[in-house]
Structures are given as C-alpha cells and as structure tokens.
C-alpha cells in the first residue's frame, strides 16, 4: 500500500511520483497536514464518504491535480490545503462546511468557478489570491467579511455580488482584479482598506454606501477607467494617494464631512478638470471657487487640477498638487504664496507659462520637473532656494535663467535638460 495510516489518519502518501488517479480508502477521518504535498503525475483523487477533516497543505504544490470532490461529511480544511495546485479546474465543497481557511486555494491558475456553502460567513486573507482565471464565483448570502489579498489578481473575475451582511472589505481585497468593471459595495461597509481596489484597471462604475466613513490610502489607485466617484456624506479619511493614477478620473466633490485628506491623493490623474469642496466643510475649501482643495487652516493648496486658479491667500503650493496633469497651460502664482513644494507642477507636460508672485521664496525638489512645454520663466526677487530638480527635464526652457541676487542656494541639476 502507497500510504501510511495511523489509526484513521493517512499520514503521508510514501510515493513521490503518483498513478495518475488515486483511491484513498474508507475508514480514513482524517488526511494530515502535507500528506500529498508536492506529489507529482496525481490528476485525480477520490476520498472517501468517512473522511472529517483535511490537514493545512494536504495537497499543496500537487501542480497536475485537476478535480477534488470533498466528501459531505467534512467539516474542517486546514490553512494551504490546495495550495499552488495550478491544474486544478473543478473543487466542490460540502455544503455544510462551516469555514474557509486562509490561501486555501491560492495560486490555483486554472480554477474557474466555484460555490462557497452557505453557512461560511468570511472570505479569509489569501483565500483565492492569485486565481488567476476564476471568473466567477458564488458566495453566500450570511457573508460578513472579506479578508486582506481575498481575491488578489484574479485577473478574469469580472462580477462579485455581495450580500447585504457583509460588514468589511479587507486591505488589497480585489487588488489587481483588472476585469471587474462594475461593484456595488453593500451597506454595512464603513470602511475600504488599504488597496482594497488598486490596480483594477477596468472598473468604471463603483456605488459606495452612505454610511462609508473610511477610504484608505491607495483605495482606488490606478483604477484607470474610473471616470467619476461620488464620495458619500459621511466620509471622515481620505487615505494616501487613494485614487491616484485615474487616468480618467474628471471631476470630484469633497463633502463637508471630510477631516482628514493624505498626500497625493490625486496624484497622476490627468484628465481632473473639476474639484470642488462642499461649502460647510470646516477643514478643507475651494475659496474663490478656484477648482482646488485648500486647507482652510494652513492656506496650502493640496490638489489642484487643469482649470484651478489659486487664490491670493494661498501660501503654499503642496507637494504633488498638480502632478501630471494634463491641459494646464497657464499659472499664476499669487504673491501670497511662500513655497512651491516638492514635484508640485511635476510632468505637467502642457504647462507653457508660470507667473511667480513676489513673495515668492522657496522652489523645492522637482517643483517643475519635466514641465517639457515650458519655455520662459522669471523668478522674482527675494527667492531664496531652487531645488535639486526643481526645474529638470524642461527641454524647452530658454537659456540663460535669469537668477535674482536673493538666491543663497541652488540644488543639484536644478536645471539640468
């Protein structure tokens, strides 16, 4: 006999290389943890009608297994168990199994659909991570949570509907899902986690609930078709660079909930040509109606777009305020403003003309890097620093800079071509 048995418990299958399909004999309770792992030439295996449980990686890294039937009676499947089984294309499960275990099928390329039973209340972290053509799946109606990396690149997953019950959506959740286009997120959720949506490159339509109060930093990132969102009325966080790199993202409104926006939060969104804070807001506003979020009690303007003007009370311009945006031709540079920070006109390809205000005094790092459209410039007097950068990469700049006698510093290559 092929395998080691202790009592009911098949301890390890002692042949590294496998007949092609395999019968695990009744009587067995229990498969132990890396039974079969990495045995090679396996395509199918029959368990029997006694089995109860399946230890953590029991079949991890059987890279031919194609079909696992898991008997009714399970109702344990350890942590891995199906892990890297990358020819597996059918999995059924019991439908009174109570609980998934974590990365129980990740890396199985070839799995294409499967129904989750219906007393599983989470989607562990990992779980289907790297499934990399699931396309669909079923999930139960009592779901609660979603767990960190779920479903992580599961590149042809197009339509996940989620019930009512489901109360959190887990950091990097549906990263890199690039064929979803549309998702309703149900309306338990309070709050989208880190990277819970980054890098879905197809999704174009998103329904956020009202009672969301929590975006996470890097939430929406490079959601590429993303044309518009409406952020709910009760969001407190907008998380760093949370829907930086939508290529298409146009326009954006900032309710008055809003307390907290991180860095970069629209960092690379080329096509914005409308922001807009909501006039009660007591942190954040769009003075002027500038088409700028400023913070109300630093007067920095921390995300602008192609149509902004900034306002004479604005005293700084924010690091990556206006990282490549495309369409901005002109800007005005009120004498209120003190600082250009770091990259803040960064790869504003079509930026031809700057207007420095007088009480202008500092340009840091990369302020006006590869601004490849920009021909002239003069810098007031009383600027003190130039930044390593801070104009590199302006091919079109004309030569000589004239620079003022204020200046004390220049950086490194600050106009190096």
């Given at each position: 006999?092929?395998?080691?048995?202790?009592?009911?418990?098949?301890?390890?299958?002692?042949?590294?290389?496998?007949?092609?399909?395999?019968?695990?004999?009744?009587?067995?309770?229990?498969?132990?943890?890396?039974?079969?792992?990495?045995?090679?030439?396996?395509?199918?295996?029959?368990?029997?009608?006694?089995?109860?449980?399946?230890?953590?990686?029991?079949?991890?890294?059987?890279?031919?297994?194609?079909?696992?039937?898991?008997?009714?009676?399970?109702?344990?499947?350890?942590?891995?168990?199906?892990?890297?089984?990358?020819?597996?294309?059918?999995?059924?499960?019991?439908?009174?199994?109570?609980?998934?275990?974590?990365?129980?099928?990740?890396?199985?390329?070839?799995?294409?659909?499967?129904?989750?039973?219906?007393?599983?209340?989470?989607?562990?972290?990992?779980?289907?991570?790297?499934?990399?053509?699931?396309?669909?799946?079923?999930?139960?109606?009592?779901?609660?949570?979603?767990?960190?990396?779920?479903?992580?690149?599961?590149?042809?997953?197009?339509?996940?509907?989620?019930?009512?019950?489901?109360?959190?959506?887990?950091?990097?959740?549906?990263?890199?899902?690039?064929?979803?286009?549309?998702?309703?997120?149900?309306?338990?959720?309070?709050?989208?986690?880190?990277?819970?949506?980054?890098?879905?490159?197809?999704?174009?339509?998103?329904?956020?609930?009202?009672?969301?109060?929590?975006?996470?930093?890097?939430?929406?990132?490079?959601?590429?078709?993303?044309?518009?969102?409406?952020?709910?009325?009760?969001?407190?966080?907008?998380?760093?660079?949370?829907?930086?790199?939508?290529?298409?993202?146009?326009?954006?409104?900032?309710?008055?909930?809003?307390?907290?926006?991180?860095?970069?939060?629209?960092?690379?969104?080329?096509?914005?040509?409308?922001?807009?804070?909501?006039?009660?807001?007591?942190?954040?506003?769009?003075?002027?109606?500038?088409?700028?979020?400023?913070?109300?009690?630093?007067?920095?303007?921390?995300?602008?777009?192609?149509?902004?003007?900034?306002?004479?009370?604005?005293?700084?311009?924010?690091?990556?305020?206006?990282?490549?945006?495309?369409?901005?031709?002109?800007?005005?540079?009120?004498?209120?403003?003190?600082?250009?920070?770091?990259?803040?006109?960064?790869?504003?390809?079509?930026?031809?003309?700057?207007?420095?205000?007088?009480?202008?005094?500092?340009?840091?790092?990369?302020?006006?890097?590869?601004?490849?459209?920009?021909?002239?410039?003069?810098?007031?007097?009383?600027?003190?620093?130039?930044?390593?950068?801070?104009?590199?990469?302006?091919?079109?700049?004309?030569?000589?800079?004239?620079?003022?006698?204020s200046v004390t510093h220049i950086g490194t290559a600050a106009f190096a071509k």
């Open positions: 006999m092929d395998f080691l048995i202790k009592d009911d418990v098949l301890v390890r299958y002692t042949r590294k290389y496998a007949d092609p399909e395999i019968v695990v004999p009744e009587g067995i309770r229990e498969i132990a943890d890396q039974a079969f792992s990495e045995v090679k030439h396996l395509q199918h295996v029959h368990l029997p009608n006694s089995l109860e449980r399946i230890g953590k990686l029991a079949f991890s890294k059987c890279r031919t297994l194609q079909e696992i039937v898991v008997p009714a009676g399970v109702r344990y499947i350890g942590n891995a168990a199906f892990y890297r089984c990358r020819s597996l294309r059918k999995a059924e499960l019991p439908e009174a199994l109570p609980a998934l275990s974590p990365s129980l099928f990740c890396e199985c390329h070839s799995l294409q659909n499967i129904k989750i039973p219906e007393g599983v209340t989470c989607i562990p972290e990992h779980c289907f991570s790297y499934c990399k053509t699931l396309k669909s799946i079923t999930l139960p109606t009592g779901l609660r949570d979603i767990e960190d990396y779920a479903f992580e690149n599961c590149e042809q997953l197009r339509a996940v509907s989620l019930g009512k019950k489901v109360r959190r959506i887990g950091a990097f959740a549906f990263h890199s899902c690039v064929s979803i286009r549309t998702f309703k997120v149900p309306f338990g959720v309070k709050r989208l986690e880190f990277g819970a949506f980054w890098g879905c490159r197809k999704l174009t339509e998103i329904a956020l609930p009202q009672n969301l109060n929590y975006i996470g930093g890097n939430a929406f990132i490079e959601c590429h078709a993303l044309e518009s969102i409406c952020i709910p009325k009760k969001v407190e966080t907008l998380g760093e660079n949370a829907f930086a790199y939508c290529k298409m993202l146009g326009e954006i409104t900032i309710p008055a909930s809003v307390r907290q926006i991180a860095a970069g939060v629209f960092n690379g969104c080329p096509a914005l040509y409308r922001i807009q804070v909501e006039n009660d807001n007591k942190f954040y506003d769009s003075r002027e109606d500038c088409n700028a979020i400023i913070h109300t009690g630093s007067n920095i303007l921390i995300a602008g777009c192609r149509n902004s003007r900034i306002p004479e009370t604005v005293e700084q311009i924010g690091s990556y305020a206006f990282y490549r945006i495309n369409g901005l031709r002109s800007i005005t540079i009120p004498d209120s403003t003190l600082r250009i920070c770091d990259a803040a006109f960064s790869e504003c390809v079509d930026l031809e003309e700057v207007y420095f205000g007088k009480g202008l005094t500092y340009i840091d790092f990369g302020a006006f890097y590869r601004c490849t459209s920009l021909k002239k410039i003069n810098l007031p007097n009383g600027l003190r620093e130039i930044g390593t950068w801070a104009f590199a990469g302006c091919k079109n700049l004309e030569e000589p800079v004239g620079i003022p006698g």
